[in-house]
């Protein structure tokens, strides 16, 4: 590939978009957040599908709630409707109920009431809070567990997450994903912001603030750092970013460009895309930034490095074909296997946590769109439509894939679940919002 045809893959709709934003920003001086601090903006949800089936649960209001910053019940209740398996049902029966009432489960039952959630919170003569909950399961006549946490008032929103995570697997046996995390990068006028949210949106944080752009955002399986690429150099660097402290360490920093950070499951490697040697070549490290090593070696461009999940494979994108497709490799290097196969352009891969489905973009008949791949069977589906979608990433229980599309005319975030049937959006009032990348599950 001549510098002229590698230069307009490079600026491709979707595949250079990142790179192409970054080559257009101004020279600026650059702004660091040293502490995460709260953003006003946030994002708003709207739900367009749904599960095939679906449980109907009922939340009571917390008792004690009265004058606390979140409401427990109406986190709790937007936690589970929006999941899609989850509807709401309503009724004056449950505002007087706690964790420790007794309740006749055939009553509700006969009310189309397959869950029902109540619980109290307390203010503590300390300051903390004392909050408790029940779940009882109307079929099975039972209670799934009574539980009891004692936290800040800081933890309150958080904890309500894990509440509905608590249902959430109790009620459909897989891990909820309401009490993890999402970044992405908001773009406004001469500004730039790396912004920490959970994971419906809400409470945003700022991570880093400059006038520089700021791709490619990386958690650790940790959830305790962030590897991005940031221009305030005025070229592309990658950085490990601790986000408890604010302390930054720029890790690829070689001749060129350094771009695509992705850590490997075991949080002690990450791959990057280096310029340096010339073309676009994959290389690992260590994730204190020694023991660098070369991948990849053909003409053109490799890039968008992801580890499988057993540690053994890198998936990435490359145009050693002709156009950019999806291949896989051995975490060491050594020949590359060709992975997708339908369209002439398909990239930025992603791999779900149990290493059986691939999720990326995919141009078809001139749009760019969402699709996952069933890795045994070689069976691909379409999960977008409105084909102006990038930059796939799956939640850590598997089930759904964070995404940036457009609206109006900016760039907003959505989230699809594997098979496509549960669909919704978080819409930002003003703000342009891409590069989103789904965190792992949070230690206890």
Do not use: C
């Not at 045809?5 to 491709?12: K, V």
């Not at 089936?53 to 009265?66: K, L, M, T, V």
């Not at 999941?83 to 505002?95: D, Q, Y």
């Not at 760039?411 to 594997?418: D, I, N």
């Amino acid at each position: 590939m001549n510098a002229n045809t590698a230069m307009q893959l490079q600026t491709s709709p979707v595949f250079w978009g990142r790179l192409r934003r970054a080559a257009k920003a101004a020279l600026a001086t650059f702004a660091l957040a040293i502490f995460v601090t709260p953003v006003q903006a946030q994002l708003k949800i709207d739900i367009t599908g749904v599960g095939a089936n679906q449980i109907a649960f009922s939340a009571a209001p917390f008792q004690g709630n009265q004058g606390l910053p979140e409401d427990i019940k109406k986190i709790i209740e937007a936690d589970l409707v929006r999941s899609g398996f989850f509807r709401s049902i309503n009724t004056s029966s449950n505002v007087d109920l706690n964790e420790a009432t007794l309740i006749d489960p055939t009553a509700w039952k006969s009310i189309g009431v397959d869950a029902l959630i109540v619980g109290s919170v307390k203010k503590l003569p300390d300051g903390r809070l004392d909050l408790r909950f029940n779940l009882h399961d109307t079929a099975q006549q039972k209670s799934l567990g009574k539980f009891s946490y004692v936290i800040a008032p800081s933890a309150l929103r958080l904890h309500a997450h894990k509440i509905a995570d608590f249902v959430y697997e109790k009620m459909l046996g897989e891990k909820g994903v309401f009490a993890t995390r999402i970044a992405y990068v908001e773009k406004s006028p001469g500004r730039y912001r790396l912004i920490i949210a959970d994971s419906d949106g809400e409470n945003p944080q700022v991570a880093l603030a400059s006038k520089e752009p700021i791709i490619s955002p990386s958690w650790s399986p940790d959830g305790a750092q962030l590897a991005y690429v940031s221009f305030e150099t005025r070229k592309p660097v990658v950085f490990v970013h601790t986000l408890a402290t604010g302390r930054r360490k720029a890790l690829a920093n070689f001749k060129g460009s350094n771009s695509a950070p992705a850590w490997s499951a075991n949080g002690q490697q990450l791959a990057v895309v280096l310029t340096k040697d010339g073309g676009s070549q994959i290389f690992t490290m260590g994730a204190d930034g020694g023991g660098l090593t070369r991948i990849t070696s053909t003409g053109g461009i490799n890039t968008e490095p992801a580890f499988s999940h057993d540690g053994r494979s890198i998936f990435f994108t490359s145009d050693r074909g002709g156009g950019p497709q999806v291949y896989r490799m051995a975490v060491n290097g050594g020949g590359a296997t060709r992975v997708t196969f339908e369209g002439s352009y398909n990239i930025s891969p992603r791999i779900s946590p149990d290493d059986k489905t691939l999720t990326y973009v995919t141009r078809r008949d001139g749009q760019f769109k969402i699709a996952a791949l069933d890795l045994a069977s070689g069976t691909d589906m379409l999960l977008t439509s409105t084909g102006r979608d990038e930059s796939p990433s799956f939640s850590p229980n598997g089930r759904y894939i964070l995404y940036a599309t457009k609206s109006g005319g900016k760039g907003t975030l959505a989230v699809v679940s594997k098979d496509g049937r549960i669909k919704y959006s978080l819409s930002s009032s003003g703000a342009d919002i891409s590069e989103p990348t789904w965190g792992p599950f949070l230690n206890d």
